[in-house]
């Protein structure tokens, strides 16, 4: 299969998803507005925080920085370092590399006390996208078989499936064709294992 028939940008799946989030944004909140301040409603802000970073952008630094706050108040690590990697997209999508890497390092400093998987392999995948936003494409490459690594320990095939996607297009931003295609028929071959109806190769993705 030629690279150029792999490299393939679903706009209408991409539509798709932001239609979705629009469509699941008032039920979040409702559910947010009514929760006690618990750590169900620090995980409740991360949620709202995310999709707000694909359709209110500005709103979504707000409600992150909110989880955050509650969770320093429970000693709610997870909760910390989920909210700080959401405030971390803000900042990437805002193109503001440098505050986006102060959260995610403030992220993984939590990650790395708790020992979480988990938490490697979201925060490290944003480290990558971060590296391929600046050019850097080793140094995301780096972090990316980390977040491999840590997605292979979970056994999280969805997450091992996008690991190979975006390591198969750093390699094509490289103009490392073999080993591009090689990573993206990877990442294909993942998502026919799960039986995904749409199965398309993308732009590299962000963790939330």
């Known amino acids: 299969m030629k690279i150029t028939t792999l490299i393939v940008f679903l706009t209408l799946a991409c539509m798709a998803s932001a239609q979705e989030t629009v469509k699941n944004i008032d039920s979040l909140l409702t559910v947010l507005n009514q929760t006690a301040p618990d750590t169900t409603k620090v995980v409740l802000y991360q949620k709202v925080a995310a999709h707000y970073n694909v359709t209110a952008l500005d709103s979504s630094k707000v409600f992150s920085m909110e989880g955050i706050q509650l969770a320093k108040k429970l000693n709610f690590q997870k909760g910390e370092w989920l909210n700080l990697s959401t405030l971390g ?59 491999l690594r840590a997605e292979e320990k979970l056994n999280n095939r969805t997450g091992i499936a996008q690991a190979y996607n975006n390591i198969g297009v750093v390699h094509y931003y490289m ?9 993206l028929l990877k990442a294909l071959e993942e998502q026919k294992k799960l039986g995904l109806s749409l199965i398309h190769i993308s732009e590299p993705t962000r963790r939330t």
């Open 89 to 147: 997209n803000y900042y990437e999508r805002k193109t503001l590399y440098d505050s986006a890497m102060v959260r995610y390092n403030q992220a993984l400093q939590i990650i790395k006390k708790t020992n979480s998987d988990k938490g490697r392999a979201i925060v490290y995948n944003n480290i990558g996208m971060v590296d391929i936003r600046k050019g850097d494409y080793q140094k995301a490459l780096d972090a990316l078989f980390i977040a």
């Open 175 to 183: 103009q490392d064709y073999n080993k591009a295609t090689a990573y």
